[in-house]
């Protein structure tokens, strides 16, 4: 079995203390493998192909569902009515929000066909995604449920916070480039960190290896789901 460094002999020496970073640091070298990985270095430049984009913008829609229930249950197993409200809004937003839109207009430029919008065949790693997804979900363990909302936003920012230089003039990549940067996305991150910082170090042992163990899944489903992305 692996050894890991428990989290607080390994904030003693550490440059950011903090429970997210802990979580974070000891999912390397996966965690650098996603935010760097060449199909997210592809969409910031641009040149992803069409059929590779809609690949995965297709499986990426097949999440909607489970993440707006996931946001749900963040909702219902918040401690603090503070932690609820940010949640809350967010909910809101994912259920009426661009993002939708953007799916819609990027799958029709893509060629996808209605088919492919309503039932696609679901890759392997987008059943265990979406199965980890309601597993949290059913858990309405707060912090799992962090755990794993901390994974699909951070990593995301990761990557596009990446592009440099003007961004793609194609609305397919750029607007997917901008729905995960910007002031409000970075604050959301913060946010969940924010919420793992707070509760992290007040958890005994085992309930930070099981968000550990959450957290870890996730990013190696992260860097499936961009591999499968460039399969052929």
């Given at each position: 079995m692996e050894q890991v460094v428990p989290y607080d002999e390994w904030r003693a020496g550490a440059a950011d203390p903090s429970f997210s970073e802990w979580l974070r640091s000891l999912s390397e070298p996966e965690w650098t493998a996603v935010v760097n990985h060449p199909f997210a270095a592809s969409i910031t430049r641009g040149d992803v192909p069409d059929a590779a984009m809609r690949r995965y913008?297709?499986?990426d829609l097949q999440f909607v569902d489970s993440f707006t229930a996931l946001l749900g249950a963040a909702v219902a197993s918040a401690d603090t009515f503070e932690s609820r409200v940010p949640f809350g809004r967010f909910l809101g937003q994912t259920a009426t929000s661009e993002e939708l839109t953007y799916f819609d207009r990027a799958l029709e430029a893509l060629g996808a066909t209605p088919g492919d919008l309503t039932s696609p065949r679901l890759e392997p790693v987008t059943e265990e995604f979406r199965a980890l997804m309601d597993?949290?979900?059913r858990s309405l363990d707060y912090p799992t449920v962090l755990a794993l909302l901390?994974?699909?936003e951070w990593s995301y920012l990761g990557w596009a916070s990446r592009a440099t230089g003007p961004l793609p003039r194609n609305f397919v990549h750029r607007e997917w480039i901008e729905l995960h940067e910007?002031?409000?996305?970075?604050?959301w991150v913060q946010f969940i960190r924010g919420e793992l910082d707070r509760l992290g170090p007040r958890l005994g042992e085992e309930e930070r290896l099981r968000v550990l163990d959450v957290f870890r899944r996730a990013v190696r489903l992260e860097r499936r789901f961009f591999d499968m992305a460039t399969e052929s």
């Open positions: 913008l297709i499986q597993e949290a979900r901390c994974v699909a910007g002031p409000e996305f970075r604050a």
